[in-house]
């Protein structure tokens, strides 16, 4: 299966690993965090929350974000659409889809 990133989703990564180190000195493990949630949505990328048609949501144990996925079925390609914040502007990214 392969993962792209949304052009904005992928801005949105950088600049959340950034604050996370600057604000709370947790960048590196920011990062970790998206890169497990990485190997883990392509193998079975239906099993997570709904958040719309063909739209899933996998929470981070850690931190208060959640990475939204766009995966048609028979699809062989995950579409990262957003790597938001859980209390900031929800559904903003729906225009993405």
Not at 76 to 94: E, F, M, N, Q
Request: glycine share 6%.
């Amino acid at each position: 299966m392969n993962t792209e990133f949304h052009d904005e989703a992928l801005v949105e990564y950088h600049a959340s690993a950034v604050y996370s180190e600057n604000v709370f000195g947790l960048g590196e493990k920011f990062v970790q965090a998206i890169e497990r949630s990485l190997s883990e949505i392509p193998s079975d990328p239906l099993r997570y929350k709904k958040s719309g048609e063909n739209l899933h949501g996998f929470r981070l144990s850690r931190f208060p974000y959640q990475i939204f996925n766009n995966h048609a079925p028979n699809s062989d390609r995950v579409t990262i659409l957003a790597v938001a914040h859980t209390s900031r502007r929800p559904g903003y990214w729906k225009s993405r889809i």
